[in-house]
């Protein structure tokens, strides 16, 4: 059972536009991470948000972590070909007893030039 | 610092045969966990191994089994295969169970037929 959901599932956009794909949750979580997995390779993590209201940049991507902790969304500007990719949001993996990750089942984002 | 590795990257099986893969953790970790990613979805949990011993386990059947060795290298032996085993199996390996984030390797692609 996925216990995060993601929107949308798919996107495909022209180069230079702008975009959101979003990761909801009924329960609060202590920490989520944002990872992108491009095809043949495995996740790699682009940030890990842990306070309510947080936002982070990382270059032309921005994370915000919900107020109640239930929610993130990631904003790309300028969206380019090399963003192609799955967008995967994931709770837990903090070390301890909450070690494991637990993933929603990711936004596929196609960038066309 | 070398990354996760993982061998082979893909493999091909009849059903009901046995397969081993295995993965070499990164430079100074001492925790591997496995992940099974089904076509269209996010990497689902299927166990962690903790200086090797087994430290936790998804839902997954007892015919998933792994080991972990005294270098921290791991392998994950999936019997009597099904159709639907058919999946990319991810490798990520942390420190101390998760602590600072955790590295995937780029998967096995396994194919059952």
């Known amino acids: 059972t996925q216990l995060l959901e993601q929107s949308p599932q798919f996107l495909s956009i022209q180069e230079g536009e702008n975009l959101t794909v979003y990761c909801n949750s009924s329960?609060?979580?202590?920490?989520l991470q944002w990872y992108r997995q491009e095809p043949g390779e495995g996740p790699v993590l682009l940030v890990t948000v842990v306070t309510g209201g947080e936002v982070k940049k990382l270059k032309r991507l921005t994370f915000q972590f919900g107020d109640a902790r239930k929610d993130s969304s990631l904003h790309i500007t300028a969206a380019q070909p090399g963003d192609t990719g799955l967008y995967l949001c994931a709770k837990g993996g903090g070390g301890g007893s909450n070690y494991k990750l637990t993933f929603g089942k990711g936004t596929l984002l196609t960038v066309n030039p | 610092e070398t990354g996760v590795t993982q061998s082979p990257t893909h493999l091909i099986k009849t059903r009901g045969q046995q397969v081993t893969l295995r993965c070499s953790s990164q430079s100074g970790h001492n925790t591997v966990s496995w992940y099974q990613q089904a076509l269209g979805q996010g990497p689902q949990f299927i166990f962690q191994y903790y200086r090797e011993e087994e430290n936790g386990r998804g839902n997954f059947p007892p015919r998933f089994s792994g080991l972990q060795f005294p270098n921290y290298s791991s392998e994950l032996n999936v019997n009597a295969l099904e159709l639907d085993d058919s999946a990319l199996y991810l490798c990520?390996?942390?420190?101390?169970?998760?602590?600072?984030?955790?590295?995937f390797g780029s998967g096995t692609r396994l194919t059952v037929v």
């Open positions: 990520a390996s942390s420190l101390e169970q998760g602590a600072g984030g955790y590295t």
């Open positions: 329960s609060v979580f202590s920490s």
